[in-house]
């Protein structure tokens, strides 16, 4: 039955066409024949899931897709709006050739999303329960708020932003890590109508200042430290020296408050500026514990996030309230078919968009129980994550491939070590019997990672959501419907309610059926950006120029004859490391500023647990020879510029790099270089000189 279902799918993109295979950068192992396995969810879970069939999700489907309109301003009327929105629901023009790209979901709507995610769930009879339980990197701290004490600790921080100045529409930076205090951040500054901007604090001191000065906030809020594993990271410090940075290009901050994070670091020995620097525990629970919200308009914009793009800046990308708030919301209660019931947790650092929607914004809207984790998932062993969920009984659990990689390799490690007794491996010492379903996110999942998720973290008995999104989107676009369908290891699966993906070819012509090529998308969704900080001309360049008519997501996607999505990549310059996006042009631009560096290349190559690596060819200055340490301080350099997660993973000297006669790099003969398919090299007659390649290969080992 099921599967008649599914093959009615098939027709839903509109016919069967011809296979039309694209280059093979965009053709992954997704074709490979696993795609015909299917997994059932059971019996029992259908029955209780939200959407059970997809007979039941086809239904639904087609109304969102319909009627946009009245699906979306149901949905919208559960939540509380002091306003309601205007006689258009929405309006959008994705069409470069008839005038400025625009997306506006409930315009003249009014309501706060703070408002919407806490104090209407306390209204609603559950203050009590418990909103965020924090989980420290030491197996012995921990903490938890209920729906009212958070909402009191969101309040007294709105009240201090207030009192210092912040108004709507301000900006504020958030450097702070995995402390329960950076959701509490996020939502104090919605709850007043200022900007929050979440830098993930693994980037350096350059990359905050590049954002600092880029959104030039009236604070920044950060802690003086953070432990995570067995290191410590000054995060002031590094802060301190992004002032002093900011300062120099003309955006001076006036205020830094700092969470004392005690057990990484004592306040005594944090460096201080007067007048500046404030500490958090000395003020902020001073100010009162309630807080009149900031009425926004739907269109107002909730937050900044900055993101990378194909070309060298980071990109500022813009998310409105109203829209972004229904879309959240609506995504996470279906694709992990969400109960009240539910212990949620999701790996994820709020410095991520994944952090953004679904550690806060997304679960506490629906009023969930979230799991805020401050430590690294492999410490103090590989264990980690399944002593959380036991402790917790986490029944929902959301990570990337990159940790299910790894953790699969550390569990076989383990096995062979004790002569494969079980109790020994680091999974299955841990009962986890709590756990309902999983879900991945940031890259595609592998199936064989695929398949150790299912069969050893969940016992063969939890669906897995492989949902794939950006920054860009806000919320989930193609996802599976846990309950709804029999899954694909390695697939996506189908898009969520409203979303009309499309693959079109290089000409931007729409394929169907059976093919693959680039991902697009055909209408607007709630969840939308509205446009890249400060460059509306970028946004429309860099995503709906490409293939006019359509949101152009960057990346590749072939559908099977069952009407699966296998994504399967990026097909620009951006590379997907342990799910953080990385362009290679940052990285490139950070090598040639080490004045020993004269020209950089930088590609994405395969790697067992990141996924992606990346590889640089290096051409250095003439006369500067090669050795390990200038490798050391090349990778200083991308440290320093971005964040040790960018640093490379190999370095290849390179005497010179294959260029066409008009100077353009060949990137194509790099990426098989490094992959070391050197037979697959294709014609390189076109170099301006092909010689280059053979010196190339000739170092690659060195
Ligand atoms: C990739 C993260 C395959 C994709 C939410 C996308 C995925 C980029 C998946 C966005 C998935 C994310 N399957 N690929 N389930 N999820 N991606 O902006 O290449 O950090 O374009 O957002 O990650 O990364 P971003």
Excluded at 176 to 194: D, S, V, Y
Excluded at 214 to 219: I, V
Excluded at 457 to 465: L, T
Excluded at 533 to 541: F, S
Aim: hydrophobic share 35%; charged share 20%.
């Amino acid at each position: 039955d099921h599967l008649r279902h599914v093959e009615s799918m098939a027709t839903l993109p509109s016919g069967a066409g011809k296979i039309s295979h694209l280059n093979a950068v965009i053709l992954g192992e997704a074709l490979a024949s696993e795609e015909n396995d299917l997994v059932f969810p059971s019996e029992d879970f259908s029955r209780q899931a939200l959407v059970s069939s997809p007979a039941q999700y086809l239904e639904l489907y087609r109304k969102s897709i319909e009627d946009p309109a009245r699906f979306w301003s149901a949905i919208a009327s559960e939540f509380y709006w002091i306003q309601k929105w205007g006689e258009q629901v929405y309006s959008e023009n994705l069409d470069v050739t008839k005038g400025d790209i625009k997306i506006e979901w409930f315009k003249g709507g009014i309501t706060n999303i703070c408002y919407n995610a806490l104090d209407r769930n306390i209204e609603a009879g559950n203050g009590g329960k418990v909103a965020i339980y924090w989980e420290g990197n030491e197996l012995d701290q921990d903490g938890s708020l209920t729906y009212s004490e958070l909402l009191e600790k969101v309040c007294q921080l709105a009240n201090y932003l207030k009192d210092i100045g912040v108004r709507k529409g301000d900006a504020v930076v958030i450097y702070l890590p995995m402390l329960m205090e950076l959701p509490i951040a996020m939502l104090a500054c919605a709850r007043i109508g200022a900007v929050h901007s979440v830098v993930f604090a693994g980037f350096s001191a350059d990359s905050l200042s590049q954002r600092i000065v880029d959104c030039k906030p009236k604070a920044v809020i950060t802690c003086n430290a953070v432990r995570r594993g067995s290191k410590v990271i000054y995060l002031k410090d590094i802060v301190d020296a992004a002032l002093v940075e900011s300062a120099k290009n003309g955006v001076s901050v006036d205020v830094c408050l700092n969470y004392e994070n005690k057990s990484a670091m004592k306040r005594e020995t944090t460096k201080w500026t007067e007048g500046r620097d404030v500490w958090w525990q000395d003020t902020v629970p001073k100010y009162p514990t309630t807080c009149a919200v900031e009425w926004v308009d739907a269109e107002d914009p909730l937050f900044l996030l900055y993101t990378s793009g194909s070309t060298g800046k980071p990109k500022g990308v813009l998310h409105t309230t109203g829209g972004y708030m229904i879309y959240t919301a609506t995504t996470f209660k279906y694709a992990f078919d969400y109960k009240p019931s539910d212990i949620y947790w999701c790996t994820a650092d709020c410095g991520w968009i994944t952090g953004h929607s679904y550690v806060t914004y997304g679960p506490l809207l629906n009023g969930a129980t979230v799991i805020v984790f401050e430590g690294a998932p492999n410490y103090p062993d590989a264990g980690r994550c399944w002593d959380i969920v036991d402790k917790y009984k986490v029944t929902i659990f959301y990570t990337a491939p990159t940790l299910v990689r790894s953790l699969m390799r550390d569990g076989d490690e383990a096995s062979n070590f004790s002569g494969f007794t079980c109790n020994l491996c680091y999974v299955t010492r841990y009962s986890r019997k709590s756990l309902r379903v999983l879900g991945s996110v940031g890259e595609p999942i592998n199936p064989s990672a695929w398949r150790w998720f299912f069969n050893v973290v969940g016992d063969a008995r939890c669906p897995i959501s492989d949902t794939w999104w950006q920054t860009e989107t806000g919320g989930f676009m193609i996802t599976p419907l846990p309950g709804a369908w029999p899954q694909k290891p390695g697939s996506a699966t189908f898009p969520f309610f409203g979303v009309l993906p499309v693959i079109v070819d290089e000409k931007g012509t729409e394929i169907e059926g059976e093919c693959s090529g680039y991902l697009c998308v055909k209408n607007s969704w709630p969840g939308a950006f509205r446009t890249l900080y400060g460059d509306h001309e970028r946004y429309e360049t860099t995503y709906f120029k490409p293939f006019p008519g359509y949101y152009f997501t960057g990346d590749g996607c072939s559908r099977d004859k069952d009407g699966y999505h296998w994504l399967t990549g990026r097909v620009d310059d951006v590379i997907n490391v342990s799910g953080h996006r990385i362009g290679t042009a940052e990285v490139e631009s950070a090598l040639v500023s080490h004045p020993q560096c004269a020209e950089a290349a930088v590609v994405g190559v395969e790697h067992e647990v990141k996924g992606q690596g990346i590889y640089a060819f290096v051409t250095l200055v003439d006369g500067v020879s090669y050795s390990e340490e200038l490798k050391k301080s090349l990778t200083l350099a991308v440290r320093k510029q971005i964040g040790a997660f960018a640093a490379p993973d190999k370095i290849h000297w390179a005497p010179g790099l294959p260029k066409t006669r008009s100077g353009k790099i060949m990137r194509r003969i790099l990426r098989k270089i490094a992959s070391r398919q050197l037979d697959e090299l294709g014609d390189t007659s076109t170099l301006a000189d092909p010689s280059v390649v053979d010196q190339l290969i000739a170092l690659s080992d060195c």
